[in-house]
């Protein structure tokens, strides 16, 4: 009897093991599949929402942005800063100060979510898992569940949003393990805009000359 409910048992566990095996190549192909559709125009233009809330510490804050993205290259207009990746350094242009900030990517904001890894940033360092699917304001969404790996992570999950129809996302929500969640909502999705280079170029003369903007860039 006891063998009987040992081999019960076990079968259970290789079912639920498979069970999750095959939930999260199904999340890992859907976010492939998105990724792939983006990656796919010459070019996109978002227009986002952007929250953050972190109840406990009583705080609230919500803004709108917009972003053109060119392959890895990108132009953010956000809360009165605009930001430009050419591809090399990052432009952070604050306006409020007159100053602009230049920087490379660094290794220790690998978690940070850049308009430039959008579509991508799940490919390594997190597990997948699928996640229910909604209708929220009459589109279905399906959710894809995201943790890190890393048990150091700050980020304790990110649920990614994808408009089941379209393959595009529809929001990602990440959760904090301070408990802040933050969360980016598309307003507008559309692609193949004309877009000059122009727009991913850091104008050095312009600012430095024209504007008299200080530019710094630590090392």
Not at 2 to 9: G, N
Not at 36 to 45: D, E, I, L, R
Not at 98 to 116: F, G, M
Not at 185 to 214: A, C, G, H, M, W
């Amino acid at each position: 009897m006891k063998m009987k409910k040992l081999v019960i048992a076990i079968t259970i566990v290789l079912i639920s093991v498979n069970s999750f095996g095959q939930k999260s190549q199904e999340a890992r192909s859907l976010l492939d599949q998105v990724s792939a559709k983006a990656k796919s125009y010459k070019s996109v233009y978002i227009e986002f929402n952007h929250k953050l809330d972190n109840k406990a510490a009583d705080v609230h804050q919500e803004t709108m942005g917009n972003v053109t993205l060119k392959g890895d290259l990108y132009h953010l207009n956000y809360m009165g800063t605009e930001q430009i990746y050419d591809g090399k350094k990052t432009y952070l242009i604050i306006h409020e100060d007159e100053e602009v900030i230049i920087q490379k990517p660094s290794k220790n904001n690998e978690e940070t979510i850049t308009p430039s890894k959008m579509f991508s940033f799940y490919k390594t360092g997190f597990t997948f898992a699928m996640d229910a699917l909604k209708t929220i304001k009459g589109v279905k969404i399906q959710f894809v569940k995201l943790v890190p790996i890393d048990s150091n992570s700050e980020i304790a999950s990110v649920m990614v949003g994808i408009d089941a129809k379209s393959n595009h996302i529809y929001n990602i929500i990440e959760t904090g393990k301070n408990n802040t969640v933050t969360t980016l909502e598309i307003r507008s999705f559309k692609t193949n805009q004309p877009v000059s280079e122009k727009l991913f170029i850091f104008d050095v003369l312009k600012y430095r000359d024209q504007k008299k903007y200080s530019i710094s860039e630590p090392k």
